[in-house]
């Protein structure tokens, strides 16, 4: 039988355990093990577990029966579909669809408000209205390295290129019926020939 793993990846004030087991008899086991070492550490340190921020995400890609909770430390905690860790949005099947829709509804908002700063006639030159649409990027693509994968789906390429077709639209001072290939070929000209 293969030993099971687990693996403890903390950063600042977050802390994740990754836990592999083949049913969640054993997850529970190992759960446990992990918060008895975990408390036995922080009480050493003069520290506390906040125990009521805790979340449980079962990643799997089989069907199984819903666990609707487990016991962590003294509290029962609910299994989520998905849960956010620093910054990244993972959820059951590590599809990221969670990640992609909520980081495309901020940047798409993000560009409505940006919008109105920069109108297609007047307003800031094109350098300027390149790094104000930097933030819709940034926001759009935190955390790509780790769901970039998710993009060989039609429907989450789609999610992301209707917010930056937005943004190029407003770089770019172009109207609404320029087709996407154009008005980002434009953008990239634009990038290389302006310093």
């Not at 969640?24 to 190992?30: D, G, K, R, T, V």
């Not at 036995?40 to 520290?47: I, K, V």
């Not at 487990?70 to 998905?82: D, L, N, P």
């Not at 669809?97 to 940006?114: E, N």
């Amino acid at each position: 039988m293969p030993e099971k793993t687990l693996v403890l990846v903390g950063y600042a004030d977050d802390i994740a355990a990754v836990i592999e087991a083949r049913n969640p008899e054993l997850a529970q086991l190992q759960l446990n093990q992990v918060m008895r070492r975990v408390n036995a550490w922080m009480e050493n340190h003069g520290l506390h577990l906040a125990l009521s921020k805790t979340e449980i995400v079962m990643l799997t890609r089989k069907r199984i029966c819903t666990i609707t909770e487990m016991r962590v430390g003294s509290e029962i905690t609910e299994t989520k579909v998905s849960a956010r860790y620093l910054g990244v949005e993972f959820d059951s099947k590590l599809t990221f669809w969670p990640q992609i829709k909520k980081s495309s509804d901020k940047a798409a908002a993000t560009t409505v408000s940006l919008s109105r700063l920069m109108a297609n006639v007047g307003g800031p030159k094109q350098c300027k209205r390149k790094l104000l649409m930097a933030v819709v990027e940034s926001q759009l693509l935190y955390g790509a390295e780790i769901w970039a994968s998710a993009l060989n789906t039609a429907k989450y390429r789609k999610r992301i290129t209707v917010v930056q077709r937005r943004g190029a639209l407003r770089v770019g001072c172009s109207y609404r019926t320029v087709s996407e290939a154009a008005v980002l070929a434009k953008l990239v000209m634009a990038s290389t020939t302006t310093f």
